[in-house]
DNA sequence: CTCCGGTCGT
DNA sequence: ACGACTGGAG
């Protein structure tokens, strides 16, 4: 196959459907990473109710929240699930903005992929898809994001294993396509859309998707992974 | 591989 | 009631 037409022909096909995302504009740096941090392994309208309780009280700013402490934090972002493990995370990512930017991530700006990605992966509690949303969202830098439904849909489609790694996929992206972050951004809005709405983990509602027509036969009933007849 | 965890849809 | 949710660490 030729996977650069196939990732150009996914992306129209969800893009004409769904029209564009539009994807966290005018929200701060700070914000956005804060958020890809939360959103781990969560629903994004749990986010959104810490991310609510951290706004009414100022507290969506690196200075402000590296006053309270790991208690109180956990307080705010509770919502959020996993709160005594994320408040940890959110404290050494500030303990890593402190080291590096004086807790301003404009003080980022400049750095490339190749040098910030390795360092965001030190910090504990930042892993590959937490470190490329921050790179891509918060800091506009061409660096994919890959996540579970992005797994799940490729797999069920048949373009590849379903235990494909991390990084194996990000560069099943990154090889074909320009490292253009507009294009990174709508990707990945476009896949998460897709994939909450139409790829659920287990069952698929395959007849309505953007994606079937991409599919040379499914079962509308039993429409899982395993029931997809892969094209060629 | 297991745990973290409140919240929401089924 | 039950499992999934834009994962990551020990």
Redesign the pocket.
């Known amino acids: 196959m030729n996977r650069e037409a196939t990732l150009r022909d996914y992306y129209q096909a969800m893009l004409a459907a769904l029209g564009p995302s539009r ?2 504009p005018g929200r701060t740096p700070f914000e956005i990473a804060l ?3 939360l ?9 959104e ?1 810490a991310m609510h309780a951290l706004r009414e009280s100022g507290l969506l700013d690196p200075r402000a929240l590296a006053r309270l402490t790991d208690e109180e934090l ?1 307080t705010f972002i ?12 959110v404290r ?1 990512f500030l303990l890593f903005l402190h080291r590096t930017c004086d807790l301003d991530m404009d003080g980022l700006r400049g750095e490339t992929v190749e040098t910030l990605r390795p360092a965001l ?1 030190e ?11 921050i790179l891509l969202y918060a800091l506009g830098l061409p660096s994919f ?1 890959v ?3 992005t797994r ?1 849909i490729l797999n069920r489609h048949g373009l590849v294993p379903e235990d494909i790694a ?1 990084g194996e996929l990000r560069e099943f992206f990154m090889d074909v396509l320009p490292p253009d972050p507009a294009l990174y951004n709508e990707y ?2 476009l896949i ?2 897709t ?2 709405n139409w ?5 698929g509602k395959c007849p309505d998707c953007p994606l079937a027509v991409f599919l040379e036969e499914f079962s509308p009933l039993t429409c899982t992974g395993k029931s997809i007849i892969p094209h060629p």
Request: hydrophobic share 40%; aromatic share 10%.
């Open positions: 994807w966290w958020g890809a941090i959103t781990q392994n969560t629903a994004w309208t749990n986010v109710k956990a509770r919502p959020a699930g996993a709160f005594r493990v994320k408040a940890a995370r050494n992966l910090v504990s509690g930042i892993g590959p898809e937490t470190a490329d949303s994001v996540d579970a439904y799940r991390y990945h809005a998460v859309r994939g909450k790829c659920a983990k287990r069952q």
